[in-house]
């Protein structure tokens, strides 16, 4: 193989390529040239890296999951409809299992957490300028949210709300500058214009859970710890606290005390919540009828179409998988993340990089009930970067079992 192949100058050629992805997967939404993108990334990928194709973990859980895709094509609603779903997913277990290889190499995931983190910095501050910084700065004072644009505004709130998590990652465990706390403002600022409730949870779920690991991880044997844990937690509390309390604000906890209210069965609760609520019944009452193969996948949206006068996608993850893929289909795509999360709690102690990789596997298993992720491309990405990250641990801790 050319000897470029293995320069520190082509190494950073094909971590940009990867920050592209990232990017052009936000910027480019469901347009028509995101599938160019990604052929073109795979070919310079193919061209620059020295590939060698390996079967892995990451590629027998992502091929079955596309093989029962496309298996719900025999029986689905809409055949295309499923097949085209399968299509994508076999596109980008090729796309990413050439990523795979080399990124395997390094034995370490923190080049693919910064590019992470850094794409979507740039998302958001793109998403200042496209929206206009007044337009951000001054949304929800009468009541109103950003918009769709150039991409779903919550997926993009999302982005920004893990975007923080893994900044706090690197305060917390491999201290990072305090000046990028700058940057962490901005991304808050725009998580709560947005109203957001997915990314509030993220954001506040996420970093106190990452903290509280890193408390678990302390081996002294004194108070000391829990007191700091304990007054982190009453901090970031009356912080937000206070936070929801002003004008720019307070849009986004009204919304998200709506979805309290239908939890708690008190007080109002909003517009929203009650159309989320009413295609997540849509899809458990369907799979009710069909409980082990589902409807076939990504066909979801026809039955919304016949109930709800539109066609949507459910808004919550497991209802959508009961409902295209029956119980089958939970299974499958699960499974998935049910090994991450059994693999990777073994290493929390011993590995820093564990806990984040964990926090985003449960932050996952939350927000799946309010959104639909497994058709995103960038959960694909995602699932990579964990198992390059436990096979790196399996490398490293042979010890554990």
């Known amino acids: 193989m050319p000897n470029f192949i293995h320069t520190k100058a082509n190494d950073q050629l094909l971590a940009f390529l990867t920050f592209l992805f990232v990017v052009s997967n936000y910027l480019l939404g469901a347009n028509a ?39 719900t094509s025999m029986w689905a609603y809409n055949y295309r409809t499923a097949l085209t779903m399968a299509n994508t997913l076999m596109e980008l277990l090729i796309c990413l299992s050439v990523m795979y290889w080399h990124f395997k190499r390094f034995r370490d995931v923190t080049q693919l957490m910064n590019i992470m983190m850094w794409a979507g910095y740039v998302v958001v501050i793109y998403s200042y300028f496209y929206y206009g910084v007044a337009n951000v700065a001054v949304a929800g004072e009468d009541g109103g949210r950003l918009g769709n644009t150039f991409n779903n505004i919550n997926t993009l709130s999302m982005l920004a709300a893990t975007v ?43 970093v106190l859970f990452l903290y509280f690991l890193k408390y678990m991880r302390s081996k002294k044997k004194s108070l000391a710890p829990f007191l700091k844990f304990f007054g982190f937690f009453v901090l970031f509390v009356a912080i937000l606290f206070a936070l929801s309390k002003t004008a720019l604000f307070e849009g986004a906890a009204n ?3 709506g979805m309290v209210s239908w939890f708690t069965g008190e007080g109002e609760v909003d517009a929203s919540t009650e159309l989320r609520m009413e295609l997540r019944d849509v899809g458990w009452e369907q799979f009710r009828k069909t409980p082990w193969l589902g409807i076939g996948m990504n066909c979801s949206q026809y039955l919304a179409s016949m109930n709800i006068g539109e066609r949507m996608y459910l808004h919550d993850n497991y209802a959508e998988m009961a409902c295209n893929g029956g119980i089958f289909g939970l299974i499958s795509y699960y499974c998935i993340f049910g090994y991450l999360f059994l693999q ?13 990789v964990f926090t985003l596997i449960v932050i996952r298993f939350i927000t799946d009930m309010g959104a639909v992720s497994y058709f995103s491309k960038l959960t694909y990405l995602q699932l990579m970067i964990y198992f390059l990250h436990l096979e790196s641990c399996k490398i490293k801790y042979p010890q554990i079992k």
């Open 33 to 71: 040239y995101g599938g160019l993108v990604l052929l073109g990334i795979t070919l310079l990928f193919l061209v620059l890296s020295n590939f060698k194709f390996q079967f892995e973990p990451f590629h027998l859980f992502v091929l079955q999951f596309a093989l029962y895709c496309y298996a």
């Open 164 to 206: 923080v998590v893994i900044n706090f990652f690197f305060f917390f465990f491999r201290k990072a500058s305090w000046l990028m706390l700058v940057l962490v403002l901005i991304a808050v600022v725009f998580v709560f214009r947005s109203e957001s409730r997915k990314s509030l949870v993220i954001v506040g779920f996420g």
């Open 255 to 257: 919304r998200f005390m």
């Open 344 to 356: 990777e709690r073994k290493y929390l102690k011993v590995d820093d990089m564990a806990n984040l």
